[in-house]
C-alpha cells in the first residue's frame, strides 16, 4: 500500500514555474514507477510524465516537453515535476500516481494522491 501526497502548486504568471512533489509513504516506495497526470475542468485526465523506479527512464507528454521535468529521490520517497515556462493552458488539478510501470495509461496507476491546483494567470 503506498499514500501519495501532491503539494507545491499555487498560483503564477505565465512564464513562471513552480514545482510540484509527490510524497509517498511505505519502504516500497523505490518499487513503483510514478507517474503525474493532469485534470482540467470540463476536461478528462491527461498524461503528463512518468519516470521508472530507478529514474533512468522518462516520459513526457508532447505539450510539456521541453519545459517540465520529472525527477525522484528515493531516499526522502519523492518525486518531483518541475514546470517552468507555464502556459494558461497548463491550469489543472495535478496528480501523481504510482504503479508497476512506466505508461501513460492511468487505469495501469494503483495509487493516487488527491492532487494540487495550479492556475496559470495570463
Known amino acids: 500500500q503506498v499514500q501519495l501526497v501532491e503539494s507545491g502548486g499555487g498560483l503564477v504568471q505565465a512564464g513562471g514555474s513552480l514545482r510540484l512533489s509527490c510524497a509517498a509513504s511505505g519502504r516500497t516506495f523505490s518499487s513503483y514507477a510514478v507517474g503525474w497526470f493532469r485534470q482540467a475542468p470540463g476536461k478528462e485526465r491527461e498524461f503528463v510524465a512518468s519516470?521508472?523506479?530507478?529514474?533512468?527512464?522518462?516520459d513526457y507528454a508532447v505539450s510539456v516537453k521541453g519545459r517540465f521535468t520529472i525527477s525522484r529521490d528515493n531516499a526522502k520517497n519523492t518525486v518531483y515535476l518541475q514546470m517552468n515556462s507555464l502556459k494558461p493552458e497548463d491550469t489543472a488539478v495535478y496528480y501523481c500516481a504510482a504503479g508497476a510501470r512506466t505508461t501513460t495509461l492511468r487505469e495501469r496507476y494503483d495509487y493516487w494522491g488527491r492532487g494540487t491546483q495550479v492556475t496559470v494567470s495570463s
Open positions: 519516470i521508472s523506479q530507478t529514474g533512468g527512464s522518462t
